[in-house]
């Protein structure tokens, strides 16, 4: 609805005699005939209010100021830029946090999904590694076991071959120098003790080696007896070598002590097993 503004003005500055010639000069006109405003009213499509006769008179507009205006659009483009910088900033912002958050969440989420497969997993083949596990025992205390039976049984066969090389030394020994028959004789004369006679049973070849190297070994047996015999015995193996008292007979042949050396090293395999 459109407003009727009154043809009245308030005039600012002017005199008492512009005044009187200014107010002759807006007198109303003549009123409008009935039928004419029909037609205008028709015409308008629609009757506007009249404006209350108690309406108060509009100020004067006054003219713009060309620095002002300028000064306030140059502020309304400042404040916008200002406006358009605060809202690019929270919205990088915003992204920032969003992104940063989602790559904790993702990392955290990761870390458990891994945690709970792992678990997962390890629930589901428990049984499975317990029958490895098991399994993975009893074929190491297989290994161990044959590992063990075999070292035993290279052990029996390195002492045997142990013990036939040493035979085998004594032997040769034997044959080259009657040192070794001397110091079977004195060693074994150690431990018999004072007698009144002492015969030594040796073979020939083994007596003729220990003559040629010591033929006075009857002095140093002197501590245990002023009777002291050499009894020759044919045909005997080399290092055959007994020695005789009243009280008792010593084998202190190289056979015999060969044959103590292996029940001493089976003693030993016997106790290492157990």
Same mark, same amino acid.
């Given at each position: 609805?459109?407003?009727?503004?009154?043809?009245?003005?308030?005039?600012?500055?002017?005199?008492?005699?512009?005044?009187?010639?200014?107010?002759?000069?807006?007198?109303?006109?003549?009123?409008?005939?009935?039928?004419?405003?029909?037609?205008?009213?028709?015409?308008?499509?629609?009757?506007?209010?009249?404006?209350?006769?108690?309406?108060?008179?509009?100020?004067?507009?006054?003219?713009?100021?060309?620095?002002?205006?300028?000064?306030?659009?140059?502020?309304?483009?400042?404040?916008?830029?200002?406006?358009?910088?605060?809202?690019?900033?929270?919205?990088?912002?915003?992204?920032?946090?969003?992104?940063?958050?989602?790559?904790?969440?993702?990392?955290?989420?990761?870390?458990?999904?891994?945690?709970?497969?792992? =678990?997962? #997993?390890? %629930?589901?083949?428990?049984?499975? @590694? $317990? &029958?490895? *596990?098991?399994?993975?025992? /009893?074929?190491?205390?297989?290994?161990?076991?044959?590992?063990?039976?075999?070292?035993?049984?290279?052990?029996?066969?390195?002492?045997?071959?142990?013990?036939?090389?040493?035979?085998?030394?004594?032997?040769?020994?034997?044959?080259?120098?009657?040192?070794?028959?001397?110091?079977?004789?004195?060693?074994?004369?150690?431990?018999?003790?004072?007698?009144?006679?002492?015969?030594?049973?040796?073979?020939?070849?083994?007596?003729?080696?220990?003559?040629?190297?010591?033929?006075?070994?009857?002095?140093?047996?002197?501590?245990?007896?002023?009777?002291?015999?050499?009894?020759?015995?044919?045909?005997?193996?080399?290092?055959?070598?007994?020695?005789?008292?009243?009280? =008792?007979? #010593?084998? %202190?042949?190289?056979?015999?002590? @060969? $044959? &103590?050396? *292996?029940?001493?090293?089976? /003693?030993?395999?016997?106790?290492?097993?157990?």
């Amino acid at each position: 609805m459109k407003t009727m503004f009154s043809s009245k003005k308030v005039i600012r500055s002017a005199s008492n005699s512009q005044l009187s010639s200014f107010l002759e000069s807006l007198e109303e006109p003549e009123e409008i005939q009935e039928e004419e405003m029909e037609e205008f009213a028709s015409s308008e499509g629609e009757e506007e209010e009249e404006e209350p006769e108690d309406a108060l008179p509009l100020p004067e507009t006054k003219a713009e100021d060309p620095y002002h205006e300028t000064l306030l659009h140059l502020a309304l483009e400042k404040a916008q830029r200002i406006m358009d910088a605060a809202e690019k900033e929270a919205k990088l912002l915003k992204e920032k946090a969003e992104e940063e958050g989602y790559q904790a969440g993702f990392q955290k989420g990761l870390e458990a999904g891994k945690a709970e497969a792992e =678990e997962k #997993v390890m %629930a589901e083949h428990a049984e499975e @590694m $317990e &029958n490895f *596990r098991m399994d993975m025992n /009893r074929s190491l205390r297989m290994v161990e076991d044959a590992k063990t039976e075999r070292l035993y049984r290279y052990m029996d066969e390195l002492k045997d071959v142990a013990i036939a090389v040493a035979e085998k030394v004594i032997l040769v020994s034997l044959r080259s120098s009657g040192e070794v028959i001397r110091r079977m004789i004195l060693k074994e004369a150690e431990r018999i003790k004072k007698t009144a006679w002492l015969k030594i049973h040796i073979d020939r070849l083994d007596y003729e080696m220990l003559v040629e190297t010591d033929g006075d070994v009857a002095n140093e047996l002197s501590q245990i007896s002023d009777n002291i015999k050499f009894v020759i015995v044919e045909k005997e193996e080399p290092g055959k070598l007994i020695l005789e008292t009243p009280d =008792e007979i #010593v084998d %202190a042949s190289i056979d015999t002590q @060969m $044959e &103590n050396l *292996r029940e001493r090293l089976g /003693r030993l395999d016997a106790q290492e097993s157990e």
